[in-house]
């Protein structure tokens, strides 16, 4: 029996799974296919990380946040018919980014700039081997960028431990305790 919490973390990574990988990869050279690979690993990293540090909260921003990501990026796409320089349909703004994006800046947002650099150092890789390969404009990649770290930044916080602080008195000393969990 799946409780709540595995339930809805079941449905994340079967959304995420499904959405990255549902796109065929077919990349024409070793950069465009590791900025692929990259723009999955991001995601799948912010969602893992909610499950290293126990955070449940987490895994609801990030799911609203990704999906926000996703949605709005579908939308533009799909409402601001442009062509990519190598004339494909739907190049505006590049979901490869947005979703890159999207992950790196939950990492930072929630966890911290220990996570958020190096993820944002990944994410515009991402960004770059789309303008490299030719299948986005530097608009398409900067518009992606900016609604991967727009919808992340409305619905997430950053992540707070629970500390306890328990006041003692007795024996002739006094102070207060504090705790956290790992």
């Not at 799909?78 to 992950?103: R, V």
Request: overall charge negative; glycine content about 10%; hydrophobic content about 40%.
């Amino acid at each position: 029996m799946c409780t709540t919490k595995q339930a809805r973390a079941l449905l994340v990574f079967t959304f995420i799974a499904h959405f990255m990988f549902s796109v065929p990869v077919y990349a024409n050279d070793d950069i465009e296919l590791a900025g692929d690979i990259i723009r999955v690993i991001l995601p799948l990293t912010a969602a893992g990380m909610t499950f290293f540090h126990n955070d449940h909260e987490g895994l609801i921003q990030f799911s609203k946040s990704f999906l926000s990501t996703v949605g709005v990026t579908y939308a533009l796409q799909y409402s601001i018919d442009t062509n990519g320089p190598n004339g494909e349909e739907h190049s505006f703004p590049s979901g490869h980014t947005s979703t890159a994006f999207s992950g790196a800046s939950f990492l930072q947002r929630r966890y911290g700039w220990k996570y958020g650099i190096p993820a944002y150092a990944a994410a515009s890789f991402v960004g770059w081997s789309r303008i490299e390969s030719d299948n986005h404009y530097l608009k398409d990649v900067l518009a992606g960028a900016a609604i991967g770290i727009i919808t992340t930044y409305i619905f997430t916080d950053p992540y707070q431990k629970e500390v306890v602080a328990t006041p003692f008195v007795g024996g002739g000393q006094y102070g207060m305790l504090l705790s956290t969990t790992f």
